[in-house]
């Protein structure tokens, strides 16, 4: 199947950037979509972008649009999240998904914890 491990979480400041990675392995061919989660304390988990493997386009949220930048490599199989002008509302634990060959995100990753302090 799928493994998605997450990394580059940490704490900065608000008005700060961090990049979070997602790399993935197994078969990855069957995957036609990856996203980005979070989840902080006492919330809902809310998706914050996805991107195609191939055709399709890219999402993000309202509330990132224009300070957050998915991206992936190929050949890697390697996602990632630039994330510019972090807030404190940012602050949250952060999940890399996949989709099957359906629009479903069944694969997940253990999470990375970002914190924005203010």
């Known amino acids: 199947q799928v493994q998605l491990k997450e990394s580059g979480g940490g704490l900065v400041q608000a008005g700060g950037s961090l990049r979070l990675s997602c790399a993935s392995s197994g078969r990855t061919f069957s995957s036609n979509r990856m996203g980005w989660f979070r989840q902080a304390p006492g919330k809902e988990r809310e998706s914050v972008s996805s991107?195609?493997?191939?055709?399709?386009?890219?999402y993000y949220a309202d509330s990132v649009k224009g300070r957050f930048t998915i991206s992936r490599d190929d050949a890697k199989r390697t996602v990632y999240l630039q994330m510019n002008s972090l807030k404190p509302e940012d602050t949250a634990v952060y999940y890399c998904a996949a989709t099957g060959t359906s629009n479903t995100y069944i694969y997940w990753g253990q999470g990375t914890q970002v914190t924005v302090s203010s």
């Open positions: 991107i195609p493997w191939s055709t399709g386009n890219i």
